[in-house]
């Protein structure tokens, strides 16, 4: 939606870090997330993060949270094919509505 | 545990024909939500159900489309009569979110993609 902005591609070699941006327009944002989607499949919850936090990582992925510029990021460490998909960032302000941006389509090549 | 299952995964229908798409949500799940995946852009929220009661269908476009969720349960989600926009990837989620706050995860089926020629 318009009320959230991302890329809309991105290229990676296989083993490199992909880094994912987004940007939100609604201040009272509550949580961020990121999900993922692969081809004929529905979208699959990455990771969240919280307003009042600024970084969150488990495992191969790291969340970075700017809440004065409202820029939200997403890391993945050691890019594998299988990361290959449609990343979408979303936004919602307590009541779970959630509003997603356009996706960001990443393509990992050997 | 059971996934959010939809019904039919594909359908294809002219113009001004009437479609129905069907979504049984995880066991137990208070919260439904109905988006509209249009390709190459994100899932727009079309309608959300607090149990068998609308809790946003402010983007409905409630000449055409129609939603319903009888016991709570299962929802189906229907369009009458179809337009060559509404072609697109239609996603049922749910959540355990009970409206009091906090954080939930919501869980997406895999969707019914939506051709109308």
């Known amino acids: 939606g318009e009320d959230v902005e991302q890329s809309l591609f991105l290229s990676v070699r296989e083993g490199d870090s992909s880094v994912i941006n987004c940007t939100y327009t609604?201040?009272?944002?509550?949580?961020l997330y990121w999900y993922k989607q692969e081809p004929g499949a529905g979208l699959q919850l990455l990771t969240y993060?919280?307003?009042?936090?600024d970084m969150k990582q488990d495992q191969r992925l790291t969340v970075l949270l700017n809440k004065k510029d409202k820029h939200l990021s997403l890391r993945i460490a050691d890019t594998q094919t299988g990361d290959s998909a449609i990343y979408f960032c979303?936004?919602?302000?307590?009541?779970?509505?959630?509003?997603f941006g356009a996706g960001t389509t990443v393509t990992v090549r050997a | 545990e059971a996934g959010v299952a939809q019904s039919p995964r594909y359908k294809i229908i002219e113009e001004r024909q009437s479609v129905a798409f069907w979504c049984n949500p995880i066991?137990?799940?208070?919260?439904l939500y109905w988006y509209q995946q249009i390709l190459g852009q994100g899932p727009k929220l079309l309608i959300q159900?607090?149990?068998?009661?609308?809790?946003?269908d402010s983007q409905l476009p409630k000449d055409r489309f129609s939603a319903e969720r009888l016991k709570g349960v299962d929802s189906t989600l229907k369009i009458q009569p179809a337009k060559l926009e509404d072609s697109a990837v239609y996603l049922c989620?749910?959540?355990?979110?009970?409206?009091?706050?906090?954080?939930?995860?919501?869980?997406f089926g895999q969707g019914t993609r939506l051709t109308v020629v």
């Open positions: 989620a749910s959540s355990p979110w009970d409206g009091r706050g906090g954080r939930t995860e919501a869980f």
């Open positions: 609604d201040s009272s944002s509550t949580y």
């Open positions: 993060i919280f307003s009042n936090m």
């Open positions: 979303a936004e919602s302000s307590g009541d779970y509505k959630l509003s």
């Open positions: 066991s137990g799940h208070a919260t």
């Open positions: 159900f607090q149990n068998n009661g609308v809790v946003d």
